[in-house]
């Protein structure tokens, strides 16, 4: 299949239109509840929506994973493999949800000593995780779902199983909690129903792999040798996921240090990065199934081609956002909030917004490019380096310049991935040897 503009656009525009359906379903779980007249409740699904998508997000590796291997396969014709993989996905997913609903006492006891609460919201909020971790192993099998149907460009199937789950919670959501005053359990229930649904559909999307005895030839499943390259490759994702996040989470915290307006101004201007990077996913997905079904095919000229038209999209995206955040980031800040020091704040530091798209494409779309390639060594040792060079960085950047130097600091973490990845891009297109003609 030719590689073309509207291929990429076929790949990552349902992803940007799924994304986009995520904080609709953040706002509905909280205004439903909202409607209960106490504060309680809100906090308590807050709160327990938190904890569970961070214990959630820590197999996040599956989806990256998955999606690689598989459109490694893809590329190489090797359907036995690709039904295989399936299966292993599917497995790792649904053993580790089994993990987590049977240790579910011991991390949310450890979750509340990390981040306490109210007595009545932490009442609330266990009963609202008691009830949703039970579907744990669908919404983690789900990540290996994704992975596989986005490496065979199927990124269609994965905005159906994103509207059919987001659709079925907010209808359920009005259902359990406003007609039948169900309360915070309301939410839970509408959450569970909603992830074994998507997790069926998934299985329903995947069903050509089915029909591909390979998927239950057992052997070929639990090869040994097929079985640690995943093991491999999901660990580096895993270390350079947990890495990126501390960047993130030490922003925050560094931030609170500058009082309480400055830190929400940063709140408010972190929602403006979280809409790029909505954007950008779309781009980088089409970046890891493309560049890993070139390096399948071995072919060089198609992974470079791969690289270029997904990073190019993705650069004009970055440069539409930057000039969109510059003249209407203003009144966007406005409306997220009406406290005027805190207006005046997130507008006194806008420009760092404005300017974070344009200086973190590169990292954003390499990232795609070598999950695609599972050149994930190469990514925790070039997110190691990024780290330190930031923690390195921020400390005395703090010191001089204070809430300008966290800033300064954040961008510098783009920076340093870009160039860290970016050297050793051209190792990993001489990976991609050209089949002999003879």
Known sequence: ??????????????VVISNATVPILGVVDTGVVGQLGQAAPIGAVGIGAIILTAIYWIFGFLRMGTSGLTAQAVG?????????????ALMIGLAAGAVIIAAQAL?????????????????????????RVWSAP??????????????????????????????????????FVLHLDWGVPGVAWATFIAEWGGFALGLWLCRAAFRVPAWRD??????????????????????????????????????????????AANQILLQFLHVTAYALDGFAIAAE????????????????????????????????????????????????????????????????????????VAAWMLDGIFIGATRTTDMRNMMVISAILYFASVIPLMTA????????????????????????????ERSAVLPSSG
């Not at 991390?107 to 009830?131: D, T």
């Not at 040994?224 to 989470?249: C, E, P, T, W, Y």
Request: glycine share 8%; with cysteine.
């Open 138 to 175: 669908a919404a983690i099998a789900l990540y290996g779902i994704t992975g596989w149907l986005i490496a065979q460009e199927r990124t269609g199937a994965v905005l159906a199983i994103q509207v059919l789950m987001n659709g079925a919670n907010i209808a359920l959501d009005l259902l």
């Open 76 to 88: 190489a014709d090797d359907t036995p493999e690709v039904a295989a993989l399936l299966s292993r």
């Open 401 to 428: 310049f204070g809430n300008h130097g966290l800033w300064l600091g954040l961008l510098a973490s783009f920076v340093f991935r870009g160039i860290t990845l970016g050297l050793r891009y051209p190792a990993l």
């Open 218 to 263: 057992w052997p070929r499943v639990f090869d040994r040798a097929k079985l640690v390259r995943m093991s491999i490759v999901n660990g580096d994702i895993m270390i350079r996921s947990v890495l990126l996040q501390a960047i993130f989470v030490s922003f925050l915290f560094w931030g609170a240090d500058f009082g309480d307006v400055q830190l």
């Open 1 to 14: 299949m030719t590689l073309t503009h509207r291929r990429v656009l076929q790949i990552a525009l349902p």
């Open 107 to 131: 991390l949310f006891a450890g979750a509340f000593a990390i981040s306490p609460a109210s007595a009545e919201v932490e009442s609330l909020a266990r009963q609202y995780m008691g009830i």
């Open 289 to 360: 199934s493309l560049v890993g079904q070139a390096l399948g095919r071995r072919n060089r000229q198609a992974l470079r081609r791969a690289s270029v038209l997904t990073s190019g999209w993705a650069a004009g995206i970055c440069a539409a956002m930057a000039l969109a955040f510059a003249l209407a980031g203003g009144i966007v800040i406005d409306t997220m909030t009406t406290a005027l020091d805190v207006q005046i704040a997130a507008r006194y530091y806008l420009p760092y917004m404005v300017a974070a798209p344009l200086i973190g």
